[in-house]
């Protein structure tokens, strides 16, 4: 398996390039020069199988020669080492929680296949690797505990002031070795462009070994592609529509090409906050990136989504129109259905699980099938929120120990020469 960037199809690298390099020179994203298909007879047999046996799978054929089979086994079993429960809302909707890994967000699958797939390797290497990543809030938890004893690498996460959860920000700013986390006077978008202009600096790349973590990473992206199995090993071969709450869209776009594999989501439901340029695509033809706006589901707060690079690659526009529906809504719609679906279901949503099920809602309007919401993050990360809808204590124990560290990080204004300068400091 070769890997081309979307700003060049003769581009060839392998998995192993893309996943050091993270970003295509020309500002492009690698994506796969194929991708495979799995037997026709695949979900017949699903309901026998187990996550880590359809990972393997599913993955072999994108990591090419790059991991050998007891490699890549390894770093599945690591990765994979939590359940995705499907929890019932309501007679035909369903919760599957993504977030039982150790930062309680979805984004602990790929951070931890990203960062043991680097550490395998950079295993013989003798200069570190230094991995750059943009947070909104969920990735820069799970790459800092992904990363926080990997050998050989070290992490510098940029997230933006005054902008994430103080869990998340607990998250980020209290590892003791490997990261080194920078607080942006500015917005994600701001964070994720300044990681962009070093990934661009030939004079920086010449100096510095650096990768992403972001889902503009192969390695981040594509294991995400798993879980959106784990619905059919319990319902079988039936059609779901599965609704993925959204900010940069590298979920949606894992589901995408999984659904390219043979995978049958019969719809997939992209849910938005206000952030909504994916949705108005989706609606009007147009896209049209906006500045953005600050929202209780702040991981989703994106107004330029890298992975739409990716989405337009994968299908035409039009086509695009067809496999995503897309709805936005606004924060008191969002707190609104969390105290609903409490109250009547017993079920607490997050802020971006909420987003999720309002699209999914909107979607079926009729009770035909079965749909699934992504709960891409546990609600104790949104607690100034969370008070809104119950006082029940919902912290888990490891995250109550986590709020009594202190905090260490370096604040910094949206100035690219100071964070080069930072970085080969």
Same mark, same amino acid.
Do not use: W
């Given at each position: 398996?070769?890997?081309?960037?979307?700003?060049?199809?003769?581009?060839?690298?392998?998995?192993? =390039?893309?996943?050091?390099?993270?970003?295509?020179?020309?500002?492009? #994203?690698?994506?796969?020069?194929?991708?495979?298909?799995?037997?026709?007879?695949?979900?017949?047999?699903?309901?026998?199988?187990?996550?880590?046996?359809?990972?393997?799978?599913?993955?072999?054929?994108?990591?090419?020669?790059?991991?050998?089979?007891?490699?890549?086994?390894?770093?599945?079993?690591?990765?994979?080492?939590?359940?995705?429960?499907?929890?019932?809302?309501?007679? +035909?909707?369903?919760?599957?929680?993504?977030?039982?890994?150790?930062?309680?967000?979805?984004?602990?699958?790929?951070?931890?296949?990203?960062?043991?797939?680097?550490?395998?390797?950079?295993?013989?290497?003798?200069?570190?690797?230094?991995?750059?990543?943009?947070?909104?809030?969920?990735?820069?938890?799970?790459?800092?505990?992904?990363?926080?004893?990997?050998?050989?690498? =070290?992490?510098?996460?940029?997230?933006?002031?005054?902008?994430?959860?103080? #869990?998340?920000?607990?998250?980020?700013?209290?590892?003791?070795?490997?990261?080194?986390?920078?607080?942006?006077?500015?917005?994600?978008?701001?964070?994720?462009?300044?990681?962009?202009?070093?990934?661009?600096?030939?004079?920086?790349?010449?100096?510095?070994?650096?990768?992403?973590?972001?889902?503009?990473?192969?390695?981040?992206?594509?294991?995400?592609?798993?879980?959106?199995?784990?619905?059919?090993?319990?319902?079988?071969?039936?059609?779901?529509?599965?609704?993925?709450?959204?900010? +940069?869209?590298?979920?949606?776009?894992?589901?995408?090409?999984?659904?390219?594999?043979?995978?049958?989501?019969?719809?997939?439901?992209?849910?938005? +906050?206000?952030?909504?340029?994916?949705?108005?695509?989706?609606?009007?033809?147009?896209?049209?990136?906006?500045?953005?706006?600050?929202?209780?589901?702040?991981?989703?707060?994106?107004?330029?989504?890298?992975?739409?690079?990716?989405?337009?690659?994968?299908?035409?526009?039009?086509?695009?129109?067809?496999?995503?529906?897309?709805?936005?809504?606004?924060?008191?719609?969002? #707190?609104?259905?969390?105290?609903?679906?409490?109250?009547? +279901?017993?079920?607490?949503?997050?802020?971006?699980?909420?987003?999720?099920?309002?699209?999914?809602? =909107?979607?079926?309007?009729?009770?035909?099938?079965?749909?699934?919401?992504? =709960?891409?993050?546990?609600?104790?990360?949104?607690?100034?929120?969370?008070?809104?809808?119950?006082?029940?204590?919902?912290?888990?124990?490891?995250?109550?120990?986590?709020?009594?560290?202190?905090?260490?990080?370096?604040?910094?204004?949206?100035?690219?020469?100071?964070?080069?300068?930072?970085?080969?400091?």
């Amino acid at each position: 398996m070769k890997y081309y960037s979307t700003k060049n199809k003769n581009l060839r690298k392998s998995f192993r =390039e893309a996943v050091i390099e993270g970003l295509p020179a020309d500002n492009g #994203l690698f994506m796969p020069e194929r991708i495979p298909q799995l037997p026709k007879d695949y979900f017949d047999n699903i309901q026998g199988k187990n996550i880590q046996e359809i990972a393997f799978g599913v993955l072999k054929p994108f990591v090419g020669e790059d991991l050998n089979d007891e490699q890549l086994k390894y770093i599945i079993q690591k990765t994979f080492s939590f359940d995705f429960p499907l929890q019932k809302i309501n007679d +035909n909707k369903f919760a599957m929680e993504l977030f039982h890994g150790p930062s309680y967000a979805f984004k602990d699958v790929g951070a931890t296949f990203l960062a043991l797939c680097l550490e395998e390797f950079f295993k013989e290497e003798k200069e570190k690797c230094t991995i750059l990543v943009a947070t909104s809030g969920d990735t820069g938890g799970a790459v800092a505990a992904a990363f926080s004893k990997v050998e050989n690498i =070290e992490v510098v996460i940029l997230y933006p002031s005054g902008k994430v959860s103080e #869990l998340q920000e607990k998250q980020l700013t209290t590892f003791d070795q490997n990261v080194k986390a920078l607080e942006i006077e500015g917005n994600f978008d701001d964070c994720q462009q300044l990681v962009k202009e070093a990934f661009l600096d030939s004079d920086l790349r010449d100096k510095l070994n650096i990768s992403s973590a972001n889902s503009i990473n192969v390695a981040r992206f594509l294991p995400q592609m798993v879980y959106y199995f784990a619905p059919f090993i319990k319902f079988g071969n039936a059609p779901l529509t599965i609704a993925v709450p959204s900010g +940069n869209y590298g979920n949606l776009t894992a589901g995408l090409i999984a659904q390219k594999m043979g995978l049958p989501v019969k719809q997939f439901v992209a849910g938005a +906050n206000r952030n909504d340029v994916v949705p108005r695509f989706l609606n009007t033809g147009n896209y049209e990136p906006k500045a953005t706006i600050q929202t209780i589901s702040n991981a989703m707060d994106v107004g330029n989504p890298s992975n739409f690079q990716r989405m337009i690659d994968l299908f035409s526009e039009e086509e695009i129109r067809e496999k995503i529906k897309g709805f936005a809504f606004s924060d008191e719609a969002t #707190l609104e259905i969390m105290k609903k679906v409490f109250t009547e +279901n017993d079920y607490l949503l997050d802020p971006h699980g909420a987003v999720g099920y309002l699209a999914l809602a =909107e979607f079926m309007k009729t009770p035909e099938g079965k749909g699934i919401v992504l =709960e891409t993050a546990h609600p104790c990360k949104f607690m100034d929120v969370v008070k809104k809808v119950t006082n029940k204590d919902i912290l888990p124990e490891s995250a109550e120990a986590l709020m009594q560290k202190e905090m260490k990080s370096v604040k910094m204004k949206v100035d690219y020469e100071g964070f080069k300068e930072f970085l080969l400091g």
